[in-house]
C-alpha cells in the first residue's frame, strides 16, 4: 500500500534523445578542429606542397618560414575556439538532461531548465498549489492515524517531516499571494517568483517522499496485519456514529436560537458526515473480508479509505461543534463589544458607522440573529481594534472565518483551486496579527471554494 503521507513520488525522466539544435554545434566544432590541424600538419610534412610562382630561392625560403609561422600561430587559437564550442554544447546537454530530471509532486510533471511561457508557468503553480496543499493535509490524516497506534514517540520523525513540508508549504503560498498583489513587479522577476514557488511546492512533497519507506516500515499493514490499525478506525467510526445524532440536534438548537444565516456554513454538514461513514462501513467490511482471506495489500487499500472517510466526517462534525462555541462565545461579547465601539466613535463623529452601530442594537432586541455577524459589524465600523473587547470580537470573527473556509476545503478536496487556498492561507497567516484583515481573507477564500465546486465536473449534483 502507499500511503498518503508519501503518495506519488516523483518518476525521474531519461532523455531520449539530444535535441537537434545541439547536433550541428558538436559537428561544426569538430569540423572546424579538423579543417584548422590538416593546414598545420601539410605545412610541417617533408615533401612540401609544390610552389609554381618565379621567387628568388631566398624569398621563397623567407615566404615558407613566414607562411609556417602564420599557420601555426591560427590553429592554436582557432583550435581552442573550436574545443571551447564543443565543450558548451556538452555543457547544454548536461544541463537540458539536469532540468529534465527535475520533477513536480505529482509525478511525472517535469520542470524545464529553462522559464516556460508566463502564462503556462503561472497555471502550473496554482495546480502544484492544489496537489501539494492535498498531499499535506491528507499526510496529517493518516499520521494521526499511524500516532495512536504506534505513540508519539514513534511517529516524531513523519511529524517533523510533515512540519517542514508545511513550511515549504506557507512559504509557496506566500509567495503567489504577493505575486497575486502585483510584487513584484518586473516581469522577470514575476517569472522568477513563479519558478521559485514551483521549486517550494517540490521540495514541500520530496519532504514528505524522503520518508516513504520508514512511514510504510511503521504502518506495516501489509505484512503484519490489520491488528489494531482496524480495531482503532472501527473504534472512531463508533464514536462518530455517536456524535452525529448530537451534533444533528446542536444545529437544530443554534438555527432556533440565532437564526438559519448563523448556521449556513454547516448546512449539510451532518448529512456528508452521514454519508462518509456509510462508505466507511463499506469499506471496514472490505477490510476485515480481504484480511481474513490473506489478501493483505487488498485489505490495507481497503483500511486506508475508510480512515480518510471517517478523517472527513470527523471534520464535518467538528465543524459543527466548533461553530456552536464561537457563536455562544460572541453572543456573550455582542454587548460589550458594542458599548466599546460606541465609546471609540465618540470622539469622532462617523454617521456612517453610527448606523451600523444602531442596526446592531435593533437586532439584540428584534428577535433570533447572528451575534458572529453582529460582532463582525461592530468590529469593522469602530475600526482597527487594538485591545480590549473589540480586539477579542475581531480575533473571534476572524479565527471562525479561518476555520470554516479551512473544513470546507478539507471536505471537498480536489475541487478547490489554488486561488481559494492561496486566500486561505493567507488569512491563517493574518490571524494574530490583522485579524480583520484575516476575516476579509477568509470569507474571500470561503466564496471562492463555493466557486470552485459548482464550476468542478466532480461536484455532485
Not at 32 to 44: D, E, F, K, R, S
Not at 167 to 185: H, K
Request: glycine residues 8%; negative net charge; charged residues 25%.
Amino acid at each position: 500500500m502507499t500511503s498518503s503521507l508519501i503518495r506519488g513520488r516523483p518518476r525521474r525522466a531519461t532523455p531520449s534523445h539530444i535535441p537537434v539544435r545541439v547536433v550541428p554545434t558538436l559537428v561544426g566544432g569538430l569540423a572546424g578542429v579538423v579543417w584548422l590541424v590538416l593546414p598545420g600538419m601539410t605545412i610541417n610534412a617533408a615533401v612540401p606542397v609544390p610552389d609554381t610562382r618565379a621567387h628568388p630561392p631566398a624569398a621563397s625560403a623567407s615566404a615558407a618560414v613566414r607562411d609556417e609561422t602564420s599557420a601555426t600561430d591560427l590553429v592554436l587559437p582557432l583550435a581552442a575556439v573550436g574545443a571551447a564550442g564543443i565543450l558548451a554544447g556538452y555543457g547544454y546537454v548536461r544541463r537540458l538532461r539536469r532540468g529534465r530530471t527535475r520533477t513536480t509532486p505529482a509525478g511525472g510533471h517535469l520542470v524545464p531548465a529553462a522559464l516556460p511561457d508566463p502564462s503556462e508557468l503561472d497555471g502550473r503553480t496554482r495546480e502544484l498549489l492544489a496537489e501539494a496543499d492535498d498531499r499535506v493535509r491528507a499526510a496529517g490524516e493518516e499520521l494521526d492515524f499511524a500516532g495512536e497506534r504506534a505513540g508519539a514517540e514513534a511517529v516524531a520523525p513523519f511529524a517533523r517531516a510533515l512540519e517542514s513540508a508545511e513550511a515549504e508549504l506557507s512559504a509557496a503560498f506566500r509567495m503567489r499571494q504577493r505575486y497575486d498583489d502585483g510584487v513584484p513587479d518586473d516581469d522577470t522577476a514575476r517569472r522568477h517568483t513563479l519558478a521559485g514557488i514551483v521549486g517550494r511546492c517540490t521540495e514541500a512533497v520530496r519532504r514528505l517522499d524522503a520518508e516513504r519507506e520508514a512511514f510504510d516500515r511503521l504502518r506495516a499493514l501489509e505484512s503484519d496485519g490489520l491488528g489494531s490499525a482496524l480495531e482503532i478506525a472501527e473504534a472512531r467510526f463508533r464514536d462518530l456514529t455517536g456524535r452525529i445524532a448530537a451534533a444533528e440536534a446542536t444545529v437544530a438548537g443554534l438555527t432556533g436560537r440565532h437564526g438559519r444565516t448563523a448556521t449556513t456554513s454547516v448546512t449539510g454538514h451532518v448529512e456528508q458526515a452521514k454519508d462518509r461513514l456509510v462508505s466507511a462501513t463499506t469499506r471496514l467490511n472490505q477490510a476485515r473480508q480481504s484480511s481474513d482471506l490473506g489478501e493483505a495489500e487488498q485489505a490495507a487499500q481497503h483500511l486506508r479509505t475508510a480512515e480518510e472517510d471517517i478523517a472527513l466526517a470527523a471534520s464535518l462534525v467538528t465543524g459543527i461543534d466548533r461553530l456552536e462555541s464561537a457563536l455562544t462565545s460572541a453572543a456573550s461579547l455582542v454587548p460589550a463589544a458594542l458599548t466599546g465601539a460606541e465609546a471609540a466613535l465618540a470622539g469622532r463623529p462617523d454617521p456612517a458607522a453610527d448606523r451600523v452601530l444602531a442596526a446592531v442594537r435593533e437586532d439584540l432586541t428584534g428577535g433570533p440573529y447572528d451575534p458572529l455577524d453582529a460582532l463582525r459589524h461592530i468590529v469593522r465600523a469602530a475600526g482597527a481594534p487594538r485591545d480590549g473587547v473589540l480586539s477579542a470580537a475581531a480575533w473571534l470573527v476572524a479565527r471562525t472565518s479561518v476555520s470554516t473556509a479551512d473544513d470546507f476545503v478539507i471536505t471537498h478536496r480536489g475541487l478547490v483551486g489554488a486561488e481559494a487556498r492561496t486566500r486561505l492561507a493567507e488569512a491563517r497567516r493574518l490571524l494574530l496579527s490583522e485579524p480583520p484583515t484575516a476575516d476579509t481573507m477568509a470569507v474571500l477564500a470561503l466564496k471562492l471554494a463555493e466557486q470552485d465546486t459548482r464550476r468542478s465536473p466532480q461536484a455532485p449534483p
